[in-house]
């Protein structure tokens, strides 16, 4: 399995925005679909955006649509989360994943630590 270490998260205003990468090690990244989940308390884990070896296919859950954007660097193992006009109910811990083939949440995904992102007044 990949390694995955995420960083960038932190505490933004409601509008602002916030950078989250992932920095993938110790398996064949390029080949992996990506994705990030986030998981608020009290709350599952959620699907937040994946995106496939080739950076052409790119998909979002609606809640994000036109706010988030995911996007994957092969050359430096890295995927990236940009968020844009974040929203309170954006708060979460943040997860990077990788996974073969997109088997989500079954034993061919691997799990980041997480990154806290707080959206606060």
């Known amino acids: 399995q990949v390694q995955l270490v995420e960083s960038g998260g932190g505490l933004v205003q409601p509008g602002g925005s916030l950078k989250l990468s992932c920095a993938a090690s110790?398996?064949?990244?390029?080949?992996?679909?990506m994705g990030w989940f986030r998981q608020a308390p009290g709350k599952e884990r959620e699907f937040v955006g994946s995106?496939?070896?080739?950076?052409?296919?790119?998909d979002y859950v609606d809640s994000v649509k036109g706010r988030f954007t995911i996007s994957r660097d092969n050359a430096k193992n890295t995927v990236s989360l940009q968020m844009n006009s974040l929203k309170i109910e954006d708060t979460a811990v943040y997860y990077c994943?990788?996974?073969?083939?997109?088997?989500?949440?079954?034993?061919?995904?691997?799990w980041g630590q997480g990154t806290q992102v707080t959206v606060s007044s």
């Open positions: 110790g398996h064949t990244f390029s080949t992996d679909f």
């Open positions: 995106i496939d070896w080739s950076g052409d296919n790119v």
């Open positions: 994943a990788a996974d073969p083939i997109e088997g989500w949440g079954t034993s061919s995904t691997s």
